[in-house]
C-alpha cells in the first residue's frame, strides 16, 4: 500500500526543456548585453544559447539557485551573490511551465485514491508555489518545499524526511517520483520508494540502476500503484 507521494517539479511534474529552456534564455539576456558572455555563462551553467538545449551535466537540472549563482559569479564580478540569485528566483517565479501530462486531472485521481502529495524541489520555495498557483494545483498538494525552506536540498534527505512528519506516514509507505539522480538518491536516503521519470534531461540507463521503475511519465503512476 501506497499512502503518499512526493513529486520533484522541474522534469517531473513539468517538463524540464519546455519550461526552463526560456527561463536560461531570459536570464542570461538579463546578465549580459555581450553576447560573448552570455554565451560563456551558457556554457557553464551546460545551456548552449544557440540550439537553447542542456547538456546532460547541467547544474540547472538539479542544482539549488544558490548552486547556479555560485557558477555564474565568476563572470560577473561586479553582481553580488544576494542580488544574483533574487534575480534568478524573480525570473523563475514568471517561467511558464508546461505540464508533463494533464496535472489537475492526475492528481485528482491521486487524491481519490487517498494518496497524500507532497512537493519537493531545489527551485525555491516562492517560484514553486508560483507554478502550481498558475496550474491551480496548490490545493492538491499537503506539503511544498523547497532548497530555502530549511529542510536542505536534494539529494539530502531532508525534504522527504519533512513530509513525513507533516503527514505522520511512514517513509516506507511512501514514494518519491523525479527525473535525476538527485531525486532518487533523496528518497533512497529517506527510506521511500523510487519512480523514475523521462521528462526531463536523463535518460532510462541512467536512472534505472537507482530506481525500483522507470516510467516514461507521471501520467503512468495510477497503473504502476495498481500493479503493486
Known sequence: MIDGIIFDKDGTLFDFRKSWGG???RLLEALSDDPQRRHAMGRAIGYD???QDFDAGSPVIAGTPDEIAAILL??????????LIARMNALAALAPMAEAVPLDALLTRLR?????IG?????AEAPARAHLAAHDLTRHFDFIAGSDSGFGGKPAPGQLVAFCRAT???PSRIVMVGDSCHDLE???RAGMHRVAVLTGIAGKAELAPHADVVLADIGALPGWLDSL
Open 23 to 25: 527561463w536560461s534564455r
Open 49 to 51: 544559447l544557440d540550439t
Open 74 to 83: 565568476p563572470l560577473l564580478p561586479d553582481m553580488r551573490p544576494e542580488a
Open 112 to 116: 481519490e485514491r487517498g494518496v497524500r
Open 119 to 123: 512537493l519537493a524541489t531545489n527551485d
Open 168 to 170: 505522520g506516514l511512514d
Open 186 to 188: 533523496a528518497g533512497r
